[in-house]
């Protein structure tokens, strides 16, 4: 089997629900492609922390067992089929888990541009054995800021980098409060600081990875672009990613099965959708718009996502949050 494919990675890059996920799972049936659904999680669970030597070979391998069976069992266990049509699913899923980590013990080999391909080559053959790809994609949502890192390991790679206006991205992450990020946060004034936080330093990065690294390299995709117009984005993309363009490109599928999305209030797409694209308006407190827009205004005019609030009206907005924030940890007057 050739495997020249794991020279050639694309990475896909973006703050959570920004469509990242979305735009992974149109690449999972496309020809020349083996895609990692959804997060890997290696930019998270992994990278940097394990490659270090002060982590022991065990700990290492225990790492990456729970980053290879979570995820793909979890996949898996979304899909809205059988008991008995997830069985062959399954038994991929096993094999692919096993053969990962008996290369990897074998050439003791546990960094992340290792871990990275070898994860894809058996994807390939337990997943995908039929296609014969090219290129293969990868997204975590902390993968802009290692990007410079990557292309060190990479000389060939590229990055897809999705973003969206950052009061949009907060409506949809409120909107899964309920269903999930309560289990991360204290309360949703929490939710809204990482957005500030890890928000806009992806936003930053799309900026400044596509400067360094040049637009043949780095490609920075506005979800409402691809929201609005899948057909023309995805022949762009696929030309980037050196594919051929297909209809295939257009339907989102994970291990190439059907995939309605993952929308937290419970909408069902076959292709992508506008639903929520410039609704920030309807699901989102006005004093949210202004906190977001202060922290953000700089980098949302560069990406042409227009403040509405006033200076004034901002800046109150952001006194208001910060007293909140000057107060939400306990400290120690040591």
């Not at 070979?57 to 979304?78: A, H, Q, T």
């Not at 059988?82 to 991929?92: A, G, M, N, R």
């Not at 980037?240 to 069902?268: C, H, M, Q, V």
Request: glycine residues 4%; charged residues 30%.
């Amino acid at each position: 089997m050739n495997n020249n494919f794991l020279n050639n990675p694309i990475f896909i890059c973006g703050h959570r629900k920004t469509g990242t996920t979305m735009l992974i799972s149109l690449f999972d049936n496309a020809e020349g492609t083996v895609v990692y659904p959804d997060d890997s999680s290696f930019f998270y669970m992994y990278y940097p922390r394990f490659e270090d030597d002060r982590f022991t070979k065990k700990e290492k391998i225990e790492r990456l067992k729970i980053i290879l069976d979570d995820f793909l069992r979890g996949v898996i266990d979304e899909f809205n089929i059988s008991d008995e049509q997830k069985q062959p699913l399954i038994k991929k899923h096993d094999e692919f888990h096993k053969n990962v980590l008996t290369e990897i013990i074998s050439s003791d080999d546990f960094s992340l541009k290792n871990c990275l391909q070898v994860s894809m080559k058996h994807l390939h053959q337990s997943f995908y054995p039929n296609k014969r790809p090219k290129v293969w994609f990868e997204k975590t949502t902390s993968t802009e800021i290692y990007a410079l890192d990557l292309i060190k390991m990479f000389p060939n790679a590229k990055f897809i980098h999705l973003i969206r206006d950052p009061r949009d991205n907060w409506a949809s992450l409120k909107s899964g409060w309920d269903k999930k990020y309560h289990q991360y946060n204290d309360e949703q004034n929490r939710l809204l600081q990482s957005l500030i936080e890890r928000g806009k330093l992806g936003l930053e990065f799309a900026k400044h990875n596509q400067e360094i690294l040049g637009s043949d390299c780095y490609k920075v995709v506005k979800f409402e672009d691809l929201t609005n117009d899948p057909e023309n984005i995805m022949k762009d993309l696929a030309e980037f990613s050196g594919i051929e363009y297909s209809e295939d490109l257009l339907y989102p599928t994970r291990l190439g099965i059907s995939w309605s999305g993952n929308n937290f209030e419970g909408a069902k797409f076959k292709k992508p959708s506008n639903k929520n694209t410039n609704r920030w308006r309807e699901r989102i407190e006005e004093v949210e718009a202004q906190i977001i827009e202060y922290h953000f205004s700089d980098i949302m005019k560069y990406y042409n996502y227009e403040p509405v609030y006033s200076t004034e009206q901002q800046a109150n907005a952001a006194k208001d949050f910060y007293k909140w924030f000057n107060f939400s940890t306990p400290y120690s007057a040591d």
